[in-house]
């Protein structure tokens, strides 16, 4: 079955600190990893994406680290800032399909 | 709107109650998924739509669970006969065209709640 395991499960990170988030997937023919930020109440927003031929991607204070040998791939959130604090997903799509795998979630708090 | 909307917001039922949950997708977006989620945990696929056709209904968790979508736009989640262990958020997202690194938008999400 296709998985995709996530960790920590909650993080609490100092205001300027990065936050570390990392997934983990068990199949080999996924080919698009999205993070999504979610806020309470809120549906899941895009925040950042990969493709597995490219082993790193940043976009502002958000960067996307891609180990396709270890099939693993994180998320970096770097001056971690209070109005970060949300949960996060990671998610895989298979190739040449539509279905969003998601992790389990990671909560993330930004002690101000 | 612009975004995805979902109607109720918020449902609380009686278990054995039949609810009907609602999606309006992005004007334009062919691709209409519908995710679960259960308090603390993840988003668990239920069913995806291509246009009105539902090619994979393998998420919807028993047969109480039915979806259809009209006009290539709304959806409704049925769930009949609900129980306790349906209570969770569902939530709607929609896309252009469903295809792999297209982005989801999604929905507020319905909050239901059997008692």
């Known amino acids: 079955q296709q998985q995709v395991k996530q960790s920590p499960q909650s993080l609490i990170v100092q205001k300027g600190g990065i936050s570390i988030i990392n997934c983990a997937y068990e199949?080999?023919?996924?080919?698009?990893f999205p993070w999504y930020q979610q806020f309470p109440g809120k549906g899941p927003a895009l925040l950042i994406a990969i493709r597995p031929d490219v082993s790193e991607k940043k976009e502002g204070r958000f960067t996307i680290s891609f180990n396709k040998s270890a099939k693993q791939f994180s998320l970096h959130i770097m001056d971690s800032q209070p109005g970060d604090s949300a949960t996060y997903f990671c998610a895989a799509i298979p190739k040449g399909t539509y279905k969003y795998i998601f992790g389990t979630g990671t909560r993330l708090k930004v002690l101000a | 709107g612009a975004g995805v909307s979902q109607s109720p917001s918020n449902k609380v039922t009686e278990k054995g109650k039949d609810v009907e949950l609602r999606c309006d997708p992005i004007?334009?977006?062919?691709?209409l998924y519908w995710y679960r989620q259960s308090l603390g945990q993840g988003l668990e696929f239920l069913i995806y739509?291509?246009?009105?056709?539902?090619?994979?209904k393998s998420g919807l968790p028993s047969d109480r669970f039915s979806a259809e979508r009209t006009g290539g736009s709304v959806s409704t989640l049925t769930i009949q006969r609900t129980q306790q262990e349906d209570s969770a958020v569902y939530l709607c997202?929609?896309?252009?065209?469903?295809?792999?690194?297209?982005?989801?938008?999604f929905g507020q999400g319905t909050r239901l709640t059997v008692v």
């Open positions: 004007s334009g977006h062919t691709a």
């Open positions: 739509f291509q246009g009105n056709s539902a090619p994979d």
């Open positions: 997202a929609s896309s252009y065209q469903g295809f792999p690194n297209t982005e989801a938008f």
């Open positions: 199949n080999t023919a996924f080919d698009y």
